[in-house]
């Protein structure tokens, strides 16, 4: 899961892949179609992008990452 926050609304959304760029320092790459809603404002104006690593116990969280339109923070703000 990919989450960022600029300012205005974090943003989430669930990568099918990372990979490594560098170790020194610490690089990753992802990507994401400039069609996703996450790709505008909020992932692309944030300062630092976090990285969660993921696993079976976290199927919720990543189909919640994975779904379109749907506010996926709303639950967390309540």
Do not use: C, N, Y
Not at 19 to 44: C, T
Not at 65 to 76: H, K, N, V, W
Request: net charge negative; charged share 10%.
């Amino acid at each position: 899961m990919i989450t960022a926050d600029a300012g205005q609304s974090p943003v989430a959304l669930t990568a099918s892949s990372v990979a490594s760029v560098s170790g020194q320092p610490q690089l990753l790459l992802f990507s994401i179609s400039e069609l996703s809603s996450a790709a505008g404002g909020g992932l692309a104006q944030a300062a630092s992008v976090v990285v969660h690593f993921l696993d079976a116990q976290d199927i919720e969280g990543t189909k919640l990452g994975a779904t379109s339109g749907i506010d996926r923070f709303a639950q967390a703000q309540t």
